[in-house]
């Protein structure tokens, strides 16, 4: 079920609405019951006051209640009183019970007694005048007044929750212009939002889409350098394959054509490695996060086995390849991707750095793994690493490679949560580049 903000707001308002106006309800009822509780009491003792006066007078109380009958005949329903002399019932109102109501005590006596609210006052010459009143009377005097007080206020109910709903939708109008706002864009428009109302809840969220249409135009932008550019080395290649496939069938001269075979081959190496990176790089995804969460390589055997396959590039190059790691390293990447690490670092190294020795090193630094491939080179500044990084980005005009190697190895430590550097040589230490990847605990294969 799709969560609905209007409807929520407007639920919570209505069961506010409604839950004040009982907890007002309440709290209303109980004053206006105490407070003419108190009123009644005090007019039950005045009026039997006002009655003892008038048989102390000599005048019979029947004339009063008589006159009080013919007045006030529907009050009279819950009222009843009681005339004793020395034990004996002398007057009583139609209803009364013939025994007292409450206890004839020598002072004023008030008593709360099955519904009735009594007051006993003792007169002279051992008499006693007890009235009581209904408590039906009291409670229907109070829903009455607590009625008139908020019948007011639950006919008013609907047409404040109309109001509330009236606000709501337009205070949630920007919402809707908003997303009318992004759905009718094209996909070919990536500018950010701009314009309509200034909404202070709302800024997060433009800023987080306009952030977010940033990025995807960053990408695509990315992406179709990337398109023009491998476009174009491939039909580089093509033309290079091309001239070497026609100069071989031209050629009379075995030795010129076996020359022209020769570069033909190596062209189709070449064209086979592009490819191959190329195919990596469209693996990696920065949004879609690593292929394999847990996974861990050990330093040792991977660069053991790569320096193994590359010895025949070293040896093209006049680069020997020593690896000067004796223990095992855990890093939490798949073996397969440090592979492709460590391999694109070492012909690098192999291709663009001043004959020698490349050495191969790694040591734990707290969390991390550094692993350091040094050569005979000069090292890379800060400013041409960020050059280099850049797809098809070659450190020679001359070279060989296609420029992807390093673009390879920055997607992939960003994906598995490392980095590289480059150091220059100085007197001390020689060129190198360092890597830094989060140091694994668990072993290869478990």
Same mark, same amino acid.
């Given at each position: 079920?799709?969560?609905?903000?209007?409807?929520?707001?407007?639920?919570?308002?209505?069961?506010?609405?409604?839950?004040?106006?009982?907890?007002?309800?309440?709290?209303?009822?109980?004053?206006?019951?105490?407070?003419?509780?108190?009123?009644?009491?005090?007019?039950?003792?005045?009026?039997?006051?006002?009655?003892?006066?008038?048989?102390?007078?000599?005048?019979?109380?029947?004339?009063?209640?008589?006159?009080?009958?013919?007045?006030?005949?529907?009050?009279?329903?819950?009222?009843?009183?009681?005339?004793?002399?020395?034990?004996?019932?002398?007057?009583?109102?139609?209803?009364?019970?013939?025994?007292?109501?409450?206890?004839?005590?020598?002072?004023?006596?008030?008593?709360?007694?099955?519904?009735?609210?009594?007051?006993?006052?003792?007169?002279?010459?051992?008499?006693?005048?007890?009235?009581?009143?209904?408590?039906?009377?009291?409670?229907?005097?109070?829903?009455?007044?607590?009625?008139?007080?908020?019948?007011?206020?639950?006919?008013?109910?609907?047409?404040?929750?109309?109001?509330?709903?009236?606000?709501?939708?337009?205070?949630?109008?920007?919402?809707?212009?908003?997303?009318?706002?992004?759905?009718?864009?094209?996909?070919?428009?990536?500018?950010?939002?701009?314009?309509?109302?200034?909404?202070?809840?709302?800024?997060?969220?433009?800023?987080?889409?306009?952030?977010?249409?940033?990025?995807?135009?960053?990408?695509?932008?990315?992406?179709?350098?990337?398109?023009?550019?491998?476009?174009?080395?491939?039909?580089?290649?093509?033309?290079?394959?091309?001239?070497?496939?026609?100069?071989? %069938?031209? =050629?009379? !001269?075995?030795?010129? @054509?076996?020359? /022209?075979?020769?570069?033909? #081959?190596?062209?189709?190496? &070449?064209?086979?490695?592009?490819?191959?990176?190329?195919?990596?790089?469209?693996?990696?995804?920065?949004?879609?996060?690593?292929?394999?969460?847990?996974?861990?390589?050990?330093?040792?055997?991977?660069?053991?086995?790569?320096?193994?396959?590359?010895?025949?590039?070293?040896?093209?190059?006049?680069?020997?390849?020593?690896?000067?790691?004796?223990?095992?390293?855990?890093?939490?990447?798949?073996?397969?991707?440090?592979?492709?690490?460590? %391999?694109? =670092?070492? !012909?690098?190294?192999? @291709?663009?750095? /001043?004959?020698?020795?490349? #050495?191969?090193?790694?040591? &734990?630094?707290?969390?991390?793994?550094?692993?350091?491939?040094?050569?005979?080179?000069?090292?890379?500044?800060?400013?041409?690493?960020?050059?280099?990084?850049?797809?098809?980005?070659?450190?020679?005009?001359?070279?060989?490679?296609?420029?992807?190697?390093?673009?390879?190895?920055?997607?992939?430590?960003?994906?598995?949560?490392?980095?590289?550097?480059?150091?220059?040589?100085?007197?001390?230490?020689?060129?190198?580049?360092?890597?830094?990847?989060?140091?694994?605990?668990?072993?290869?294969?478990?």
């Amino acid at each position: 079920m799709t969560f609905s903000i209007r409807r929520f707001l407007v639920a919570s308002i209505l069961m506010v609405i409604l839950g004040g106006g009982l907890l007002l309800g309440i709290l209303t009822y109980r004053t206006i019951y105490h407070e003419l509780d108190e009123q009644y009491d005090a007019e039950l003792v005045q009026s039997a006051h006002l009655l003892a006066g008038f048989w102390q007078d000599g005048h019979p109380p029947e004339t009063s209640l008589s006159a009080l009958d013919s007045q006030e005949s529907r009050y009279l329903r819950y009222f009843i009183y009681q005339l004793w002399q020395s034990g004996k019932l002398v007057s009583a109102s139609e209803g009364s019970p013939e025994s007292p109501l409450v206890a004839l005590n020598e002072r004023p006596h008030y008593e709360e007694i099955k519904g009735w609210h009594a007051y006993s006052l003792p007169l002279s010459n051992n008499r006693w005048l007890i009235l009581a009143e209904s408590d039906y009377a009291r409670h229907s005097m109070v829903k009455n007044v607590a009625g008139s007080l908020l019948a007011p206020y639950l006919i008013s109910v609907p047409f404040v929750m109309l109001l509330v709903w009236l606000a709501i939708r337009l205070g949630l109008s920007p919402l809707s212009d908003l997303a009318r706002s992004v759905s009718r864009r094209s996909t070919d428009n990536l500018t950010p939002l701009t314009g309509g109302k200034q909404v202070r809840e709302l800024e997060p969220v433009k800023e987080a889409i306009n952030a977010l249409l940033q990025r995807l135009d960053a990408g695509i932008e990315r992406e179709k350098r990337f398109t023009a550019d491998a476009a174009h080395e491939l039909r580089t290649l093509l033309m290079v394959l091309r001239l070497h496939a026609e100069n071989a %069938r031209s =050629l009379s !001269d075995p030795q010129l @054509r076996d020359e /022209s075979l020769q570069g033909l #081959q190596e062209a189709v190496g &070449r064209a086979e490695r592009m490819l191959e990176q190329l195919l990596v790089l469209a693996r990696l995804d920065p949004a879609q996060g690593p292929p394999e969460q847990g996974a861990c390589a050990d330093i040792l055997r991977v660069a053991r086995d790569t320096l193994a396959s590359l010895v025949p590039l070293g040896d093209r190059f006049n680069q020997q390849l020593v690896l000067c790691l004796e223990e095992s390293l855990l890093v939490a990447m798949p073996e397969e991707a440090l592979q492709l690490v460590l %391999r694109n =670092l070492i !012909d690098n190294a192999c @291709r663009y750095a /001043s004959p020698g020795v490349i #050495q191969v090193n790694a040591e &734990r630094q707290g969390r991390q793994v550094s692993i350091e491939i040094s050569d005979s080179g000069e090292g890379l500044s800060e400013e041409q690493w960020q050059r280099y990084r850049e797809r098809f980005s070659r450190g020679h005009s001359d070279s060989d490679g296609a420029g992807l190697g390093l673009s390879i190895v920055n997607g992939l430590l960003s994906l598995y949560g490392g980095s590289l550097t480059y150091r220059k040589r100085c007197a001390q230490t020689p060129a190198a580049a360092i890597v830094l990847l989060p140091a694994a605990t668990q072993k290869p294969g478990l």
